[in-house]
């Protein structure tokens, strides 16, 4: 495993209090314990590294939670905290709203394809990650679209900074956040320190609070900002679709890669079914866990993600090219833009991981 430590500076000379424009955002509304999610991540992740991995605690905090208990990981994958076109996405695809709890259920029990550690570990680490935290920050931001459009602003804002806090998190990265960085490293898309689809989605934030605050409130811009949030986050889930085929086309770890793209596929597998239902067969074929991988069904999946980047005009610019040793040159800057700094804490050591 390899490790790539990245010293965020302190957020008070990036983040002024509510700023917007040249400056980005600061959260400021009393948003209890959301940005805590992705520590509990860290914390399920922590019992699952034991040797052997202890899924009774792991099940415990996803449960009950530990450091966000008002909305837990578990009513996020039961469709419980979970509403909008988001979410109703996926329930679509696979036929039931609590689909995701169905899955890390079936991995913390050891039941159905879950015959080995490998994939009963892999699979819950990366889709509560990825489509955990992906589906509660679009069911918070569309619940921001509708009291804007109800013209409620604070509602708004308040729902903007809970979907600031599902990207972030108090642990970047067991977050959103962490998984654009590490892909931004091994795609090439780094940019003064920040991957180019978290600096866009970040950006896009402060855009939509620009919008909220406006007189009378910015319904159309607010839209905009939205859909370039949620191109951002697909793009860092197509590239993390790219990694993990590639790695069982080179049979590199291959279970483990087929378990891990499994995961990361889930927080955007409704939204691919809904564009391209072709497309996501071949996807999900690849990542099938009930046979072996299989890296002829893998080496299909380029190809059908080059149109999906067409679909969701992806630019190629802001995709890259994945480069599995791309995290061995590079340079993390001694400062960053405000857009790689989380908002949520005043200092932030983040591990860019590539196993992430």
Same mark, same amino acid.
């Given at each position: 495993m390899r490790s790539f430590a990245l010293l965020l500076v302190a957020?008070?000379?990036?983040? #002024?209090?509510?700023?917007?424009?040249?400056?980005? !955002?600061?959260? +400021? +509304?009393? %948003? &209890?314990d959301e940005a805590g999610l992705a520590s509990d991540i860290c914390a399920i992740n922590d019992a699952l590294a034991q040797s052997p991995p202890d899924y009774a605690a792991a099940e415990e905090i996803y449960s009950s939670g530990r450091a966000a208990t008002e909305v837990t990981l578990k009513a996020i994958a039961t469709g419980d905290a979970t509403e909008g076109e988001y979410a109703d996405a996926s329930e679509t695809l696979f036929g039931e709203a609590g689909w995701m709890d169905t899955i890390i259920q079936q991995a /913390?029990?050891?039941?159905?394809d879950f015959d080995s550690d490998t994939k009963r570990v892999e699979t819950i680490k990366k889709i509560l990650l990825s489509a955990a935290l992906g589906h509660r920050m679009f069911t918070n931001?569309? +619940?921001?679209? $509708?009291?804007?459009?109800?013209?409620? @602003? @604070?509602d708004a804002i308040e /729902? #903007?900074?809970r979907a600031m806090a599902n990207h972030f998190g108090l642990d970047s990265e067991c977050a959103i956040f962490g998984n654009g960085q590490? @892909?931004? %490293?091994?795609?090439g898309t780094m940019n003064e320190g920040v991957a180019q689809a978290n600096y866009d989605l970040v950006e896009s934030f402060g855009d939509a609070a620009l919008a909220i605050q406006a007189d009378p409130i910015d319904t159309e811009? #607010?839209?905009?900002? !939205?859909?370039? %949030?949620?191109?951002?986050? %697909?793009?860092?889930y197509l590239q993390a679709v790219i990694k993990y085929s590639a790695r069982i086309v080179s049979e590199t770890d291959p279970e483990k890669a087929q378990a891990e793209g499994f995961g990361y596929y889930h927080a955007i597998a409704g939204q691919v079914f809904a564009v391209n239902e072709e497309a996501h067969q071949i996807i999900y074929d690849a990542f099938d866990l009930s046979s072996e991988a299989d890296?002829?069904? $893998?080496g299909l999946v380029a190809d059908v993600v080059d149109d999906l980047l067409e679909t969701f005009e992806i630019t190629e610019g802001s995709f890259g090219d994945f480069d599995p040793e791309?995290?061995?040159?590079?340079?993390?800057?001694?400062? #960053?833009?405000?857009? &790689?700094?989380?908002?949520f804490v005043e200092s932030l050591v983040d591990f860019v991981d590539s196993d992430r």
């Open positions: 957020c008070a000379v990036c983040f #002024l209090s509510g700023a917007v424009g040249d400056d980005c !955002y600061q959260p +400021r +509304r009393n %948003i &209890g /913390f029990d050891g039941e159905g931001t569309e +619940r921001s679209s $509708a009291a804007a459009e109800d013209g409620t @602003r @604070r /729902f #903007l900074e590490a @892909r931004g %490293i091994e795609f811009s #607010l839209s905009n900002a !939205y859909g370039v %949030i949620q191109t951002n986050f %697909i793009t860092i890296p002829e069904k $893998a791309g995290g061995d040159s590079y340079v993390p800057p001694e400062e #960053l833009e405000c857009e &790689g700094v989380n908002p």
